[in-house]
């Protein structure tokens, strides 16, 4: 008479970041659901019950998962919440950076601070999740961090620049610390998304001209579900990728084959005729005639 086999993520907790929105949940669930212990963080406490309890559901009444409130911009916060996602196994074995996101805005209407406040938020918050995660991983003998990327990181998108800049900084990131990382048996990897259905992006996914410009250059024909992303995500944490690092895969309905849509229209509407007209004549705000 056999046992029951032991599931293949059992022993390990996991952390992640912006764990309450889609693509950070659905992680948490494919992970959990293999028998790790995880702890999810976001800024928002409401968001990250709810989001606890549809993990759960998700992954069965035995599954540990936790939840802690905190800004992945700040470096306490994150060293706070993955030494919660310590507590709660024998080794913190898994780590994965959720938190981004992008300004639609054309470039030269772009102020320094919005261009900080983008880098900050997509490749400062992947830093310090390896930052805080390294030692605990060093401390269990290894692990696997995994950053959410971009296809803008391949491809590039008008009224997106910098968006474009931060997800590269982010592959530049992955490749860098997977190299210097690897001989403490930690991989570091990414994976980029598409365009994907989340509460997000539900203004986008409610305008029928946008999706449809997008939908034309999806060669699968269709957007992205949070769970096409987390099964990305489960590979590269889990032990099936143990001889893979410093590798971005693109989950994004091969969107990378074709092109960004040109969405000249959605920023018109954002921002008027005459601050696209400077923008697309070459002129900033203030020079403005």
Same mark, same amino acid.
């Given at each position: 008479?056999?046992g029951?086999?032991?599931?293949?993520?059992?022993?390990?907790a996991?952390?992640?970041t912006?764990g @309450?929105?889609?693509?950070?949940?659905?992680?948490?669930?494919?992970?959990?659901?293999?028998?790790a212990?995880?702890?999810?963080m976001?800024?928002?406490?409401?968001?990250?019950?709810?989001?606890?309890?549809?993990?759960?559901?998700?992954?069965?009444?035995?599954?540990?998962?936790e939840?802690?409130?905190?800004d992945?911009? /700040?470096?306490a916060a994150v060293?706070?919440?993955?030494?919660?996602a310590?507590?709660l196994?024998?080794?913190v074995? !898994?780590?994965?950076?959720?938190?981004?996101?992008?300004?639609?805005?054309?470039l030269? !209407?772009?102020? /320094?601070g919005?261009?900080?406040?983008?880098?900050?938020?997509?490749?400062?918050?992947?830093?310090?999740?390896?930052?805080?995660?390294?030692?605990? !991983?060093?401390?269990?003998g290894?692990?696997?961090?995994v950053l959410?990327?971009? /296809?803008?990181a391949?491809?590039?998108?008008?009224f997106?620049?910098?968006?474009?800049?931060s997800?590269?900084?982010?592959? @530049?990131?992955?490749?860098? *610390? *997977?190299?210097?990382l690897?001989?403490?048996r930690?991989?570091?990897?990414a994976?980029?998304?598409?365009?994907?259905?989340?509460?997000?992006?539900?203004?986008?996914?409610?305008?029928?001209?946008?999706?449809?410009?997008?939908?034309?250059?999806?060669?699968?024909?269709?957007?992205?579900?949070?769970?096409?992303?987390?099964?990305?995500?489960?590979?590269?944490?889990?032990?099936?990728?143990?001889w893979?690092?410093?590798?971005?895969?693109?989950?994004?309905? @091969?969107?990378?084959? *074709?092109?960004?849509p040109y969405?000249?229209?959605l920023?018109?509407?954002?921002?008027? /005729? *005459?601050?696209?007209?400077?923008?697309l004549?070459?002129?900033?705000?203030?020079?403005?005639?």
């Open positions: 008479m056999t029951t086999p032991t599931k293949p993520l059992a022993g390990q996991a952390f992640i912006g @309450g929105g889609g693509i950070g949940a659905a992680s948490a669930t494919w992970l959990a659901r293999d028998g212990a995880v702890v999810i976001g800024r928002t406490e409401a968001t990250l019950v709810k989001a606890r309890a549809a993990i759960v559901e998700a992954s069965g009444s035995a599954a540990t998962v939840y802690v409130v905190g992945a911009l /700040d470096g060293e706070a919440g993955l030494a919660t310590a507590k196994a024998e080794r074995g !898994m780590a994965v950076s959720v938190v981004g996101g992008g300004l639609m805005k054309p030269l !209407m772009l102020e /320094d919005e261009v900080l406040e983008e880098l900050n938020k997509n490749i400062v918050s992947a830093f310090l999740v390896i930052r805080h995660a390294t030692p605990l !991983m060093v401390d269990g290894g692990g696997s961090i959410i990327s971009s /296809d803008a391949k491809i590039p998108w008008p997106l620049t910098i968006y474009n800049t997800k590269s900084g982010v592959e @530049g990131l992955v490749r860098g *610390a *997977a190299a210097e690897a001989p403490l930690i991989r570091v990897n994976v980029r998304p598409g365009l994907v259905q989340t509460e997000a992006t539900t203004g986008l996914f409610s305008n029928t001209e946008v999706m449809a410009q997008f939908l034309e250059q999806k060669p699968l024909g269709r957007a992205g579900r949070p769970d096409d992303i987390a099964a990305g995500v489960r590979f590269l944490a889990g032990p099936e990728s143990s893979v690092t410093g590798q971005s895969i693109g989950i994004e309905g @091969g969107a990378e084959l *074709a092109k960004a969405l000249e229209n920023v018109r509407k954002r921002f008027g /005729d *005459a601050a696209i007209d400077g923008a004549a070459g002129r900033r705000p203030e020079a403005a005639p």
